[in-house]
């Protein structure tokens, strides 16, 4: 990894440079041009990890955690053009970290970075549910 990165979990991000980190790493389905739900999306998140090349945010590890039992990795974007630096595993890492060996870190990850995934140590698993977004219905 360049020797020039460094990772911060004590500076906030704006919804503009979220949408920037998602764009310039390929990471698809996020809700890129709307800045508003960006805005509310990291404003609820209580972890996030960022790595910098001086003032310029090149990744950053989006989370929602109850730091005892349980921890989401909802992002994890690292630009295209600093990739395969060890940037992404180190920003798991921070996450690991600050959660502790207690809770379990999960996620649900595209297709094509499952074998990413297996090779940071996630273990795939076939008993996990999902209701996508969209219109619901209360009973």
Same mark, same amino acid.
Do not use: I
């Given at each position: 990894m360049a020797d020039k990165i460094?990772? *911060? @979990?004590e500076k906030a991000i704006t919804a503009e440079e979220l949408s920037r980190i998602f764009l310039a790493s390929g990471i698809q389905h996020r809700p890129v041009s709307d800045l508003k739900r960006l805005n509310?999306? +990291?404003? @609820?998140s209580n972890m996030?990890?960022?790595a910098w090349d001086d003032s310029k945010l090149v990744g950053v590890a989006r989370a +929602?955690?109850?730091y005892s039992y349980a921890c989401y990795l909802? #992002?994890?974007a690292v630009d295209a053009s600093y990739q395969k630096q060890g940037i992404g595993h180190t920003l798991i890492q921070?996450?690991?970290e600050e959660i502790g060996p #207690?809770? *379990?870190l999960l +996620? +649900?990850? %595209?297709?094509? %970075?499952i074998a990413y995934y297996q090779k940071n140590q996630f273990e795939h698993v076939n008993n996990a549910f999902l209701i996508k977004r969209g219109p619901f219905q209360i009973y």
């Open positions: 460094y990772f *911060s @979990n509310t999306m +990291l404003e @609820n996030l990890w960022t +929602l955690t109850d909802s #992002d994890l921070k996450v690991r #207690d809770v *379990s +996620l +649900l990850s %595209a297709p094509s %970075a």
